[in-house]
Each structure stands twice: as C-alpha cells, then as structure tokens.
C-alpha cells in the first residue's frame, strides 16, 4: 500500500485512496494509540476543518477512530490552520488535526497534524503512525482498548482565536485602512472579516460565501487577479488574499502590484532588525526564494538561512536557531513571537500595522530595499514522479542550464509534495536567459513526463 504521509501531512483526492473515510477512521485509531503510548492516560485532540464537503465526512470518521481509542476529541468546526495550532496549544490539547488540502480545489482533501505545542507533527511521529495504520489494515484489528472517549463541540473556538489574533498586535486600532480582503472561499471565510472589522479596517470582502466546492476556485492566494481588480476599483490602500485554510497571504499594494512572500519577510525583517527586535540577526526562507532578497538582506548586515521547500523546514530551522522571522515566497509568513506555523491572517494584521506606524503606503514599504532577479515558475502535470536521475534528457537539459546560468543565476526542478506536479524554477539576471532556459527545460519535461 502507498505511502500515507507526504511534505505537508496526508493529501489526494477525496473519496479516493488515501483519502477514504475507511482510512481516515484507522488514522484515528491509530493517533490514539501512538499518543496513549507514548505515555498519555486519555489524551486529547483539536479537530478542526476548512469548507470543503468532504471535510463532514472525514472529521466524523477521524473522531470515530479517535474516541474507540479512548482519545477525547474537541471539534472546532470551520477554523483556519492556524487556529487549530493555536487551540491545540492554548487548550492543553495532545494533538491538533486539520482536515484540509490548502491551496488544492475542492476536489482533494487532507489531514494536518499538530504537536501539543501547535508545531507540525515531527517525521518519527508520523511515521509511527502510518506504521500503526498499516498493522491495523494488515491484522484488520486495533488491539482494542476498555476505555472509550468522548467528542465534544467547542461553541467558543472562534472567539478565542479572533482575540489570540487581535493580541498579535496588540489590540492597536486600524482605522483609516481601506482593505480588500478575499478570503478563498475557505477556513477564514467567517473569522477573518470579523478580526479586521473589529480592528477598524474599512473592509471589502470578497469569496466569503462558501459552498462546499467553491473553495480557491478563482479567488485566494493561489488566484490573486479578483483582489488585485477589487483593490483598483474601490481605491483601497491594500488587498489581503488567503489561501483555502489561511496559512498563506498574498498582498497587493494600492495600485495592484502583488506583494508576494519574499518582500513581505524583506521588509518586516529590516523593521524588526531598526527596532532590534530580529532574533539572531537572521531569518529563515526557502531555496524558492529570489537571490533579490538574499542579496538585499546581507546588504542591510541581515543573514540569511535557506532550508529545502516547505513551511515544515522553514519553522523547524527557525526553533532550531531561534529565529522569530521566515517564511516562503508563496506566502507562508512565521511570526514566531506569535505564532508556530504559516498565519495569513496575523501577518496580514502586523503589514497594516505596520504601514500604520511609519505612515507609509504597502508599495512605499515593498519598493525600494530589493531587485528582484526575473525568475520563471512554472508547474508542469504530470502522470507519475519518475526520478529526475533516471530521465537523461532531463539531467542533460538541467546540466546544461546550471552550467550557463552558474555565475549569473541557478536552476531548481522539483516534483511537489502535495501535488502530481514537477516545479520548474529559472532565474537569472537576465531576463532572456531565464525565459530560454525555462523555456527548453519545460519542452523536455513535458515530451518526457506529461
């Protein structure tokens, strides 16, 4: 059977293995008797879950296999992800589940896992626990336990989150920032409107109305054009666009340039470093992002860690060196003073606070401190994750560009973690050169993979 946990918990395609009410159930079954264990009497767990429909069917299936182990289960109901990691750790919660895909459509679900102090669970863990899921497939059996637990409805959840969220900064008013804030039709799309009103923010909501297949459709972070559009038609200040369970933002500055990820970590990072506030002098980012902020970075006397693709690698660098600043170019944005993952909605909260304090605009804020190298991204499908090595019109194509590109630029070709997709990232100085060589290596990936 197929490997369960990929780079960011368990992910496919709903009613479709892995993603099964059949294995969600042994996934409880088989959390429970890890954490039980590992020494925990009656643990417990945070479930919480973004818009999709299928989110019904796997939270009731994960609980059932939580409470037959004797495990108490706390249900949040729709919560972004970082609520649930939040809630895990403000509850004395054991583990914290997320069911959810992020930024896939509607289609696709997944479950998240959280540690007891709101981290992502860690490798070993989640290898014991798919382990445990395969023995109890194989032997058709749990082990069975005489003790069982009980589910329970957390009516307050959200407040609790909304003023864990206003506390991030503070409780500092907001008024006089028009903003456009679409919310992808996913986790956020009744918490985060009430967090911005009641901060003052005069407030344009958009994909707010989810019906259970409409999430990240056309809108939210992966689709920025509709915030961009709203945020030149109604002339506001800044537009905020979350991701379908709001771990991830992306920005645009009054007249609709995107703000993505990098500039966002590059400016609050030269803020927190004039206000001494940057924990090592360093922060943390990902082989994605652009050798802009890199260079930009050291030209303000600020290291830079780069860690492999993923928020997981970002935020375990971050403990490891006690960083409180990283994020991606995508958008997962760690503010870990506050919070211990990607928080759309609290970074959101500290750029308007932020453009609030100097008194400057998003584009005054974003311009000026990087040049970003032309980069081209592109996201190839393909049938199956054949390894890069074993293609030799693929190694010979890369070879060939690192080669050209080594002084003045670099080649990353990937497959994703979440998806049956190969990444395909070209940078250069020049702008030619990164659109050639994309160009060529795309050609190749497509005729071999696609």
Known sequence: MAKLFGTDGIRGKANEY????????????????????????????????????????????????????GMDVFEIGPLPTPAVAHLTRSMCADCGIMITASHNPATDNGIKIFDSEGYKLADELESRIETEVFSMLSHHSSGGRSGIGKAFRIEDARGRYIEFAKSSIKNHSLSGVKAVLDCANGAAYYIAPLIFKELGVDLIRTATSP????????????CPQNMVRLVKEHKADIGISLDGDADRVIFSDQ??????????????????????????????????????LIEAMKKAGIRTEITSVGDRYVIERMRDLDLNLGGEQSGHLIFRDYATTGDGIISALHVIRLMKRKGQSLHELASGFMTEFPQR??????????????????????????????????????????????????????????????????????KTLS
């Open 18 to 69: 892995p993603i099964t009410p059949e294995i969600a159930l042994w996934t409880g079954k088989a959390i429970a008797k890890t954490f039980i264990e590992s020494g925990k009497e009656h643990p417990r767990a945070i479930i919480g879950k973004d818009t999709r429909l299928s989110g019904y069917m796997l939270e009731t299936a994960l609980t059932s296999g939580l409470v037959s182990m």
């Open 211 to 222: 019906d259970g297949t409409n999430i990240n459709e056309n809108c939210g972070a992966m």
């Open 255 to 292: 007249f609709g340039n995107i703000v993505n990820g990098d500039r966002i970590i590059g400016l609050c990072a030269l803020d927190y470093k004039v206000r001494n506030r940057l924990s090592n002098n360093t922060i943390a980012c990902t082989l994605m992002s652009n050798m802009g």
């Open 377 to 446: 991204i592109t996201s190839i499908p393909v049938q199956e994750k054949v390894p890069l090595e074993n293609l030799p019109e693929v190694s010979d194509v890369i070879h060939k560009a690192e080669t050209e590109l080594s002084e003045t630029g670099r080649v990353m070709v990937r497959y994703s973690g979440t998806e049956n997709k190969c990444r395909v990232l070209v940078e250069a100085r020049d702008a030619d050169k990164a659109d050639l060589w994309s160009k060529n290596i795309c050609t190749v990936i497509r």
